[in-house]
């Protein structure tokens, strides 16, 4: 009689029995004696592993796959009222006593629960030890500080996250990737003007296991490919200009086909040849419409940053919304989320897309503001007053602590006009103000916020494409040397209406605890007055001789007989 074969035994289950024997193993037994033991622990492991091919100038000059399993231990000291944890940067683990040894963070690639719990051993010893100092360091310190009655606990409380994620395939067709970013990235070698150029074609895969003193077993497997089409040239006057197209997608079928990477370079090409010739202009201020892109980067980092909830309580933050729920922040007409659990919208996939964050909570959706109001942060495991549980947005990179981050921010408005009206009332806007012309960006790289109490409350962002628009014929032209600057609370409030459709900027965002996958959905939006500053004047010459691509019959020294 014939028996059908028992399944093969899941390895990652496997691994994650071993953490959680280790994690029972160090709850019941870890204690210096006169001293507590640790009131919460967490185990994470990351297995990551990528497969890259590169191509410049029509060949080849990367062609790689990388694998590496990293480890995160958090051991806190204390309870979750007050305990050993310090933000991000002001670890107090020093020693006077000489070099303290310090254990590795890696994970073993061979499946041996015996070699992942001694390297978990050794760094849980190490984050223990290091929790006592920092516990002890913290209680001295609340000696000389004022008690602040409203001051919020050390650590939220959750409920156990549990999920066997089943294994997610990450095919990577290396041939044709290899044939097909040899053959774009040839094409630039038509437009010797463009001196450097790349084709990039990226599979990132993701597994992780984590585990949790709180009674958390959670496996998630994520996917991320990404296409990169990138070229940088200097006009005339020594600016460097750079222009891409970036595709993100969770599976390889998703990455455009083949005719739709040319027609991104070709546009690339376009682009960049158009902005050698545009005239640089001086700097600006006045009416602007931002198209989708720009619009998503302007609230990613003008709002954004300042809704995460480590912001709220650091004694180096600026604070801009601390105190501010159930007050107006913005326009009536605009409301904000975030949203991890939103795989695409409309049929485009969304990079901020998780399961479960670092930090073993499950992501959530969480309206941040609601017609113009407060009503909420962005939440991981450290409370907010009035706010003392996690909304699933602790996330990191690697094995770096997770902090509150934005996932999928998703920008709503009810006072909508089409891309027509808009122009319309952009150029009536700028009439009204006196202006020749007002401002249409089409395109941006991306930005960068400050939101720390020194220097200054500001935000910048980097327009790729930016038109300037005839008051009296609304015809437009293209125009360079800008970049976007302004506080954001005076920015975020001069909008005067959107557009109908929403669109989406994908891309990575980098902070304390790293780079992570993020993406932002919003519409174009009208601002009453955006402030525009001088770009960074490059002088430096391009390259002295011609490329040797322009050269018809490049010539070959022959060796002498």
């Known amino acids: ?33 006169s001293h507590e033991p640790p009131y919460f622990m967490s185990y994470q492991l990351k297995d990551n592993e990528q497969t890259a091919v590169a191509a410049r100038y029509g060949a080849i000059f990367l062609d790689d796959s990388y694998r590496e399993r990293k480890l995160y231990v958090d051991v806190r000291v204390g309870s979750y009222e007050f305990d050993s944890s310090v933000p991000e940067g002001l670890d107090f683990s020093f020693s006077t006593k000489g070099t303290s040894y310090i254990a590795r963070k890696d994970a073993p690639l061979d499946d041996s629960p015996l070699a992942l719990r001694t390297a978990l051993w050794l760094v849980t010893d190490e984050k223990y030890k290091s929790a006592l100092f920092q516990y002890l360091k913290k209680k001295g310190e609340d000696v000389y500080s004022v008690e602040d009655p409203k001051r919020p606990p050390s650590f939220t409380k959750e409920k156990p996250g549990n999920l066997v994620q089943p294994p997610v395939p990450a095919p990577f067709s290396r041939e044709r990737w290899v044939k097909l970013s040899r053959e774009v990235s040839g094409l630039f070698n038509a437009h010797p003007e463009l ?68 027609e991104a370079t070709a546009k690339v090409i376009e682009e960049l040849l158009a902005l050698r010739a545009a005239p640089a202009i001086d700097p600006y201020t006045g009416p602007a419409i931002l198209a989708p892109e720009a619009s998503g980067v302007l609230f990613h980092e003008a709002v954004g940053h300042r809704l995460e909830g480590d912001r709220q309580d650091g004694d180096n933050e600026g604070k801009t919304f601390k105190g ?46 609601e017609k113009g109001v407060l009503r909420n942060y962005l939440l991981g495991r450290m409370p907010v007053e009035g706010f003392l549980q996690s909304n699933g947005h602790g996330r990191s990179q690697g094995t770096l602590k997770p902090v509150a981050r934005m996932a999928n921010l998703v920008v709503d408005s009810t006072k909508a006009v089409s891309d027509a009206d808009l122009k319309k009332m952009l150029i009536a806007e700028a009439k009204r103000q006196g202006k020749p012309y007002g401002l249409i960006i089409r395109d941006i790289t991306g930005g960068n916020t400050n939101t720390s109490n020194y220097g200054y409350q500001a935000f910048k962002g980097v327009p790729r494409m930016v038109y300037r628009v005839d008051v009296k014929t609304g015809q437009e032209s293209l125009v360079r040397g800008v970049e976007i600057v302004g506080t954001p609370l005076s920015a975020v409030n001069r909008i005067m209406a959107s557009g109908q459709k929403q669109g989406v900027f994908n891309g990575f965002c980098g902070a304390e605890s790293g780079n992570v996958p993020v993406s932002t959905v919003a519409p174009a939006i009208l601002l009453q007055e955006m402030e525009l500053q001088r770009a960074m004047e490059g002088k430096d010459r391009p390259p002295i001789l011609s490329s040797p691509a322009a050269l018809k019959e490049p010539a070959v020294q022959k060796a002498t007989p």
């Open 324 to 369: 501010q729920v159930g007050k107006a922040v913005l326009p009536s007409f605009i409301s904000i989320h975030d949203d991890p659990s939103l795989r695409q919208l409309n049929g485009e996939p969304l990079n901020g897309y998780y399961l479960f964050d670092e930090e073993g909570v499950k992501g959530q959706r969480v309206t941040l503001v």
């Open 1 to 33: 009689m014939l028996m059908a074969a028992a399944p093969a035994p899941d390895a990652r289950v496997t691994l994650l029995d071993a953490m959680a024997t280790e994690l029972a193993r160090n709850q019941q037994q870890l204690k210096m004696q």
């Open 195 to 262: 001196f450097d150029s790349e084709v990039r074609v990226t599979a990132d895969k993701t597994t992780r296991l984590f585990v949790s003193t709180e009674g958390s077993r959670i496996i998630t497997e994520e996917v991320l490919y990404g296409l990169h089409v990138s070229a940088v040239t200097r006009a005339p006057d020594g600016q460097l200009l750079d222009d891409s197209r970036d595709f993100y997608s969770p599976t390889e079928a998703g990455l455009p086909d083949d005719a739709k990477v040319r």
